[in-house]
């Protein structure tokens, strides 16, 4: 069963910004750290942002001061305000569990493109 479904993502200017939406499964979600990753192409997928259960938060020195991570415990949704864009962010986001052995099956991640 579809366990992540990322959405939010589209072409924006550098400087511009995007709010990145994650609706988890329960399975997933209750509990959980969870994280937003990225891979651009010929690269790995990293992890750029995560949040606890009770809301600790922390980010890759990439976006921090850019990125806010969040999550609505209520709804098992995770959102992810990106702010300041550069053409470097361009990659595919992607959410899911931080932790390899809560993780669910990837859902299809949502295109972030970053140009004039």
């Known amino acids: 069963q579809v366990q992540l479904v990322e959405s939010g993502g589209g072409l924006v200017q550098p400087g511009g910004s995007l709010r990145l939406s994650c609706a988890a499964s329960?399975?997933?979600?209750?509990?959980?750290?969870m994280g937003w990753f990225r891979q651009a192409p010929g690269n790995g997928r990293d992890l750029v942002a995560s949040i606890s259960d009770d809301g600790y938060t922390k980010y890759a020195d990439s976006v921090k001061g850019r990125f806010t991570i969040s999550r609505d415990n209520a709804k098992n949704t995770v959102y992810l305000q990106m702010n300041y864009l550069k053409p470097e962010d361009t990659a595919v986001y992607y959410c899911?569990?931080?932790?390899?052995?809560?993780?669910?099956?990837w859902g299809q991640g949502t295109q972030v493109t970053v140009s004039s």
């Open positions: 899911n569990a931080v932790h390899l052995s809560m993780r669910g099956s």
């Open positions: 329960g399975s997933v979600f209750s509990g959980n750290v």
